[in-house]
């Protein structure tokens, strides 16, 4: 097969924004995009909340957050691209016993000047009725449930939620266009290393031969080796599966995520709580992240219906060898029934007779140590990963990177929407400098 | 069952070192240390090069290290407990192309009063003239392998082996005295997790309960659930096995590490090799590490044999699920064949005609973001794993800081022996805050 100069493993978003930004920074290279599904981002880009937000407290998790939303922001009001963003907003619900906490948190974000503003529990009765922020004293359930009084909120401006088709499409359709390939249904089973110096014998590459990831062994609609001067890898959840054969840690974590719909239909109470003009010129409610166990709620205009999902925390497995086939994954009824809903419905009582219409299950890739990306080279492959759910709201900072890592190698300047410079090196693990996220729903 | 105050799972030597110094500390409360195989440090502990050493870059790193050698060395010398230590030293033969990169090195550990000493190449040849320091330009094999001429080399002092059955016996005789239980065959297969306050329900903790690990599931010599007020997870290569089930991320990567013994015999080179009076008072050389590949060899007087290995980095692979049986892991023979002896002819002619008459595998459990071991707790566990291949020489520093954190929590001071405070959040991942380890072999 011919030799390409760069193979993109991935057409996540993660993927599709380094194979645009190559392309397009690299004119005269040939770049081979190899996805194992049938279309673009359909496995946790198309299974995701789709959510995006700049309130982190960690300097770099803001700068690589911030900078994508400008872009996608200013695809869409100023370049005409539909990527179907609703800028909602997020509120953060929080307890009495966290208010101080969040306070730092707050007064870091405010130095960084992220668009954040607290709301007090007497304003958020007003603008926001349908929530429960107090807690009568002999209320067994709320104390079963380990429930404390709202004792503040955050409201989060710059935040929304995007359809992750339509990026898609917007890299996919510019990275053909700037000369890209794209190879659909191809899975690659190995990474192929190589001595820089080959010597024809068995057993090649031994360990004092300098040796280098020059290609990719793939089955499906191509078959067999496809040869590239630079790898990228950018196959989320799935990185450990072609890095552990070859020594090289991803240093990610694998969780399932779920994401539980509910239809608004007939519902009194929540057709009352999906209309909300107080946040927003969608005149819906924020995404709303409820003060315990990381249960959220993503108002959905279009579809009239809410999707709510849990960002749990410990006794929910990590998936030491994850399925690539995602339908593996079950939503499981159960976990919304007695996990998510007893919470969900104190806070938010609109919720109280409803269940799921539908519901799906993905996959996370997590750096538990930070929760921030890395990205970093081994092996003259650049990988990226540990997006920890936040593949979307990153893609376009986190494919300049890439970029910039490709021409400019691992002491690489990175240069974010607009024109922001970002040393590389910060992401890489070898000289990692980054502050670990506190804000972590 | 009983219920126990703290469960010990694993008795390689971390797990034998946390339990003494816990029951030595805590003499009211009533220890089980659990383990899989019949005796103590069995598998990796007792699989390892046993070797140690103070010659570490980062702080924390040389801190651990230089506590427990102290330790031990005060038993052999002052209490009279043999533990096979040979102070024979650590000899790192350095690149011409290496030679400034490991002055920096050096220069940092100078600073931390490590006892080295950089040895020039006409010092070397001298006391040490079995090494072939440099290759003529026409040496198409060096070229080949890709060797350097020797430009210089370090002499770490306080450095060694010893016996791990012995420190073993140390430790577990010990524990036992103190008042310890210990179940030997009986294999761990789950931990307990249970939420604080219990409602009876199927599928509790829920998320939004606040859950501990209250024991642990259990399999062979003891069967059934044995409960205690807090487990230590000491296990190794095998943290993942448990930790994955309940969300809790080991941070650590597994990998085949093989060792060939090569019998001196009848060779008249290889006799000559294992006699050196320059080095130290046992009257062998010192354990010898090669400029290239990590490949080392640690001479055994009591054996007149040679201890080869290599510290493979790349394209060996990371082993997701490690098996229970380490009999699974085979030591290769093309490995010492292709990878290992070629180089380690060159620099060590002696070697030249010579094979192994045995090899056997062990497994590491690898911390590749800084190469230092994790100590922390998750949901009421204390987990110690990530040592790297150097749990044997970490050992006593890691059981007190154990210690210090089962009676202290999370913020303790731990005091390392004969009486060094030690921040134990340091060992965390949530404060995690050591150097990197620059001098990995």
Request: with cysteine; net charge negative.
């Amino acid at each position: 097969m011919t030799k390409f100069d760069i193979i993109v493993i991935g057409a996540g978003l993660v993927g599709l924004s380094s194979a645009y930004h190559l392309q397009k920074c690299n004119p005269n290279k040939k770049i081979l995009l190899i996805e194992r599904l049938p279309r673009p981002a359909q496995a946790n880009s198309g299974r995701s909340a789709a959510m995006f937000r700049n309130t982190f407290t960690s300097v770099d998790n803001l700068q690589l957050a911030d900078t994508s939303i400008d872009f996608y922001l200013n695809l869409q009001q100023e370049q005409g691209v539909d990527l179907g963003i609703r800028l909602i907003g997020y509120l953060w619900l929080v307890s009495e016993n966290q208010t101080d906490q969040v306070q730092r948190h707050l007064q870091k974000m405010v130095e960084h000047r992220v668009d954040v503003k607290q709301i007090t529990v007497q304003e958020l009765k007003e603008i926001f009725p349908q929530v429960c922020t107090h807690f009568n004293k002999n209320d067994e359930e709320a104390q079963t449930l380990g429930l404390v009084n709202i004792g503040t909120a955050l409201f989060g401006k710059k935040c929304g939620s995007l359809d992750p088709d339509l990026l898609a499409e917007f890299y996919m359709k510019g990275f053909l266009q700037f000369g890209g390939q794209a190879s659909f249904n191809t899975n690659v089973t190995d990474l192929i290393i190589e001595p820089d110096e080959k010597l024809g014998l068995n057993g090649e590459p031994f360990v004092w031969q300098e040796a280098r990831i020059v290609g990719v062994r793939v089955s499906g609609e191509l078959e067999g080796d496809i040869r590239a001067s630079r790898i990228v890898l950018a196959t989320g959840a799935w990185a450990n599966e072609l890095l552990d054969p070859r020594g090289i840690d991803g240093r990610i974590k694998v969780k399932k995520r779920q994401l539980f719909k509910v239809d608004v239909g007939q519902n009194k109470g929540l057709s009352d709580l999906l209309s909300n003009r107080s946040f927003n010129s969608e005149g819906i409610p924020p995404f709303v992240i409820l003060p315990k166990s990381g249960i959220y709620i993503k108002p959905v205009k279009e579809e009239c219906s809410f999707w709510v999902g849990c960002e749990d925390e410990i006794n929910r497995e990590f998936i030491t060898v994850p399925d690539a086939n995602l339908d593996t994954y079950k939503a499981e009824r159960r976990y919304y029934e007695f996990d998510i809903h007893p919470v969900l419905s104190k806070y938010l009582p609109s919720f109280k007779d409803v269940r799921p219409s539908s519901m799906w299950a993905g996959l996370y890739g997590i750096n538990t140590l930070d929760y921030l990306p890395y990205v970093f080279m081994e092996c003259g492959a650049i990988i990226v990963c540990g997006d920890s759910g936040s593949g979307v709201m990153k893609a376009d900072a986190l494919g300049r990177i890439v970029d910039a890592m490709y021409r400019e190698g691992e002491n690489a300047t990175a240069y974010l929407y607009p024109n922001i410079p970002y040393d590389v090196r910060k992401l890489s693990y070898r000289q990692r400098n980054v502050e670990r996220e506190e804000w972590v729903i």
